[in-house]
């Protein structure tokens, strides 16, 4: 049976203060945005081929 061989557990830094605010925004500014109008626009891609598809809402026949 092969020694099992203990690892050292690794020192994690606490991050600074810096890189907290430079990850939030880059987070709020860049990121998000980015993923909010991609969604959006998803969406209304989505509705416009289904309105391609089976027509627009309303009652049939108008």
Same mark, same amino acid.
Not at 56 to 59: D, L, R, T, V
């Given at each position: 049976m092969p020694e %099992?061989?203990?690892?050292?557990?690794t020192?994690?830094?606490p991050?600074?203060?810096r +890189?907290? %605010?430079?990850?939030?925004?880059?987070?709020a500014f860049g990121i998000w945005p980015?993923? +909010?109008v991609g969604v959006v626009g998803g969406y209304g891609f989505l509705?416009?081929?289904?309105q391609i598809v089976f027509g627009?809402?309303?009652?049939p026949g108008h």
């Open positions: %099992l061989v203990q690892q050292q557990p020192e994690n830094r991050r600074s203060r +890189a907290e %605010l430079i990850t939030f925004f880059v987070l980015i993923v +909010a509705v416009w081929m289904l627009p809402p309303g009652p």
